[in-house]
Nanobody, 122 residues
Framework: QVQLVESGGGLVQAGGSLRLSCVAS????????MGWFRQAPGKEREFVTQ????????NYADSVKGRFTISRDNARNTVYLQMNSLKPEDTAVYYC???????????????WGQGTQVTVSS
């Protein structure tokens, strides 16, 4: 079965940086739009960013534009999320997602990772 395994979460001070990674297995990686969602305590899961199979097209939520960068390495079946200038409001569980299209809702996601916690202290 398809697996998405995230890593790289942790605790960081406001203004700091973290890099998340997600390794995919048992799917034709380059055929999928890969992305990241996040879910803060008491809130719904929300879209963060996504990248097309050829890595030429990306899409970001307004709240992270200019601070987060998504990239992918199709040879390694891996998608990355570089997070800079982190804010306390970025604190959430971050989920890797694979979808067949460009939808930014949770219903557009075919496969989910297990999530990795990111905590930003003020």
């Amino acid at each position: 079965q398809v697996q998405l395994v995230e890593s790289g979460g942790g605790l960081v001070q406001a203004g700091g940086s973290l890099r998340l990674s997600c390794v995919a297995s048992r799917l034709t990686f380059r055929n999928y739009v890969m992305g990241w969602f996040r879910q803060a305590p008491g809130k719904e899961r929300e879209f963060v960013t996504q990248i097309g199979g050829s890595a030429y097209i990306t899409n970001y939520a307004d709240s992270v534009k200019g601070r987060f960068t998504i990239s992918r390495d199709n040879a390694r079946n891996t998608v990355y999320l570089q997070m800079n200038s982190l804010k306390p409001e970025d604190t959430a569980v971050y989920y890797c997602a694979a979808g067949a299209g460009w939808g930014t809702t949770t219903t557009a996601v075919a496969y989910w990772g297990q999530g990795t916690q990111v905590t930003v202290s003020s």
